[in-house]
């Protein structure tokens, strides 16, 4: 069975970082490009960056590039978003989910198995 869980949210300052984790079980990481998404409250779920499963490329939204990393960690079958210089408007809860193929998207239609979620708060 295929299953994500994601850890590390938390209430931070502005200006300040956080690290989320994604531990995978029940499939190869390696198998698939996995991707980070958040929804706040009232809007729609946002695709924040993806890492390539073939070379480990990452690809982010507009808004979180420069602040945001994304790696892999095969061995401890954990994904990490890496997140810098948070705003206020990076409230939301942070999923991640594996990717129904091997192109990144950052859509979520493209996405199956979704972990349940870690709420990130910024706020002084």
């Known amino acids: 069975q295929l299953q994500l869980v994601e850890a590390g949210g938390g209430l931070v300052q502005p200006g300040g970082s956080l690290r989320l984790s994604c531990a995978a079980s029940?499939?190869?990481?390696?198998?698939?490009?996995i991707g980070w998404f958040r929804q706040a409250p009232g809007k729609e779920r946002e695709g924040v960056s993806c890492?390539?499963?073939?070379?480990?490329?990452?690809y982010f939204t507009d808004s979180v590039k420069g602040r945001f990393t994304m790696s892999r960690d095969s061995a401890k079958k954990t994904v990490y978003l890496y997140m810098s210089r948070l705003k206020p408007e990076d409230t939301a809860v942070y999923y991640c989910?594996?990717?129904?193929?091997?192109?990144?998207?950052?859509?979520?239609?493209?996405?199956?198995?979704w972990g349940q979620g870690t709420q990130v708060t910024v706020s002084s």
């Open positions: 989910a594996v990717l129904n193929g091997y192109v990144c998207y950052l859509h979520p239609s493209y996405y199956h198995t």
């Open positions: 029940g499939f190869t990481l390696d198998d698939y490009p």
């Open positions: 890492i390539s499963n073939r070379d480990g490329t990452t």
